[in-house]
């Protein structure tokens, strides 16, 4: 079964802190890992996904097979990242368009 | 590449009634998928079309949801005798002129009363 776990609803850090949210995935197969984010009143839009290993914003994943695990990291958080985020993943077949399963969010809300 | 509208954004209708929201993505791609969001909760998959061809549903979308793109571009769901669980946001979504990413749009709120 496709399931995509994160374990905090919410998370609140300082500004200029280190920030990590927490995404593990359960699939039978090679998934492709996606954080996607939703500021306030925006659409979702995509962050970053594990294949193109690219840092956006700050922010990088690291794909961690052994554990399945696609947790986000920052090292300094600014006001501005404060917003829902999603880890999603699907499957390889389509190169990137196949459906997407998500995980229930995290609100990150960084503090000045 | 933002390009996936929905319309309306939002509806409030009684029990019983039915709604339709239109989706038209981005242009030049063949699959279109729709999303039900709920508070709390990430976006759920319902269903996808590849051009006109439904091609998978989710146990998500009872016999009261129905969802058409009869030209293969823009799409609609009509969900019949609406029920106050069917209140959430509605998704649609597309991939990007390259195929490698998915678009979603603002999404259609809506509430059953």
């Known amino acids: 079964a496709q399931r995509v776990t994160q374990p905090e609803k919410l998370l609140s850090v300082f500004k200029g802190a280190p920030v990590e949210l927490k995404c593990n995935y359960s699939y039978s197969g090679s998934p492709e890992l996606f954080w996607y984010v939703q500021y306030s009143r925006q659409r979702l839009q995509l962050l970053l996904r594990h294949i193109s290993r690219e840092s956006i914003k700050g922010f990088t994943a690291d794909l961690n097979k052994g554990e399945t695990s696609f947790h986000l990291k920052k090292p300094f958080a600014q006001e501005e990242d404060s917003a829902m985020y999603y880890c999603?993943?699907?499957?390889?077949?389509?190169?990137?368009?196949?459906?997407?399963?998500f995980g229930k969010g995290t609100k990150l809300t960084v503090n000045p | 590449d933002t390009g996936v509208s929905q319309n309306p954004r939002h509806k409030i209708t009684k029990r019983g009634q039915n709604v339709t929201f239109r989706c038209d993505p981005i242009?030049?791609?063949?699959?279109l998928y729709w999303y039900r969001q709920t508070l709390g909760q990430g976006p759920e998959f319902l269903t996808y079309?590849?051009?006109?061809?439904?091609?998978?549903k989710s146990r998500l979308l009872s016999d009261r949801f129905s969802a058409e793109r009869p030209k293969g571009s823009f799409s609609t769901l009509e969900i019949q005798r609406t029920e106050q669980g069917d209140s959430a946001m509605y998704l649609c979504?597309?991939?990007?002129?390259?195929?490698?990413?998915?678009?979603f749009g603002e999404g259609s709120w809506l509430t059953v009363v």
């Open positions: 979504a597309s991939p990007g002129r390259r195929g490698n990413t998915i678009y």
């Open positions: 242009s030049e791609h063949n699959r």
């Open positions: 079309f590849q051009n006109e061809a439904q091609l998978e």
């Open positions: 999603a993943l699907s499957g390889r077949r389509g190169g990137g368009s196949e459906k997407l399963v």
